[in-house]
C-alpha cells in the first residue's frame, strides 16, 4: 500500500509513519469577484512522488475527487467541500508558516479557508457560516521549532513550513500537520521533516 492509500485508510497511525507535502504548482485557481487576493480552489487529483528524506510529495492538478484550497499571498484562499464527502477524501492546500486554516460550516458544505498571515480572513472578505475549527500557527508550531531549525543552518538558503491535511475517515473530518523543512530552489527539494507537536493530529470535525 502506498503512503498516500494508507494515509486514506488509516490516518491515524499512517501519519505516525509518513510526512507529506503538497505541490500546488500545478493547480489553476480562480480569482473571487469583488475582493482582493481572494481566491477558489476546487476538486483536484493528487499525485504520489517516491519519498524524499522521509517526505512524500504530492502533486496536485485540477479536476478529481479531492479539494485544494490555495495559499494567496497577503490574501485568502478557499474551498466548498461536501461534509458528507466520501471516507478517503482529502482537502489540502500550501504550506503554511503564519497562516490560519478556518473551517466554517455552510448548509451541507464545510468550507476551509487559508488566511495568509491569520489575519487576511474577516478583512479582505468576510467568512461565511459557523465556525468549526480554526487551526493558528500557536496549535501547529507552538515552540517556533521549525524557525529554531532553519536557524542553525542558516546561511544555506533553507525555509520551513507546516503542511496541513484533511481526510475524512469514520465520518469524521480529521486535519493533521507535517513540519517540512526544504532547501532552495524552485524545485523546492526536501531536506528533512520534523515533528513541531506532542501530536500530529490538529482537529477533528464530526
Known amino acids: 500500500m502506498s503512503a498516500l492509500s494508507d494515509f486514506r485508510a488509516n490516518p491515524d497511525t499512517a501519519i505516525e509513519k509518513y510526512d507529506f507535502m503538497v505541490d500546488a504548482r500545478g493547480f489553476k485557481t480562480t480569482k473571487l469577484p469583488g475582493v482582493t487576493n481572494c481566491e477558489y480552489g476546487g476538486p483536484c487529483t493528487l499525485t504520489e512522488a517516491k519519498p524524499s528524506n522521509g517526505v512524500t510529495r504530492l502533486a ?30 482529502m482537502v489540502v492546500t500550501g504550506g503554511m508558516n503564519g497562516c490560519s486554516l478556518e473551517v466554517r460550516s455552510n448548509g451541507p458544505h464545510l468550507i476551509f479557508y487559508h488566511d495568509a498571515d491569520s489575519n487576511r480572513l474577516g478583512v479582505l472578505k468576510a467568512a461565511q457560516g459557523t465556525l468549526e475549527c480554526r487551526i493558528e500557527p500557536r496549535v501547529y508550531t507552538p515552540l517556533d521549532l521549525g524557525e ?53 493530529l490538529m482537529a477533528t470535525i464530526d
Open 60 to 89: 496536485a492538478s485540477n479536476g478529481g475527487s479531492d479539494y485544494l484550497f490555495p495559499w494567496v499571498n497577503r490574501g485568502v484562499g478557499e474551498v466548498n467541500v461536501l461534509r458528507a464527502a466520501p471516507n478517503g477524501t
Open 148 to 200: 529554531k531549525i532553519v536557524g542553525e543552518t542558516i546561511g544555506d538558503g533553507s525555509a520551513y513550513f507546516h503542511q496541513l491535511l484533511a481526510v475524512k475517515h469514520g465520518g469524521k473530518w480529521k486535519i493533521y500537520a507535517c513540519g517540512i523543512i526544504i532547501g532552495p530552489g524552485i524545485e523546492m527539494p526536501v531536506k528533512k521533516a520534523f515533528r513541531a507537536t506532542v501530536t500530529k
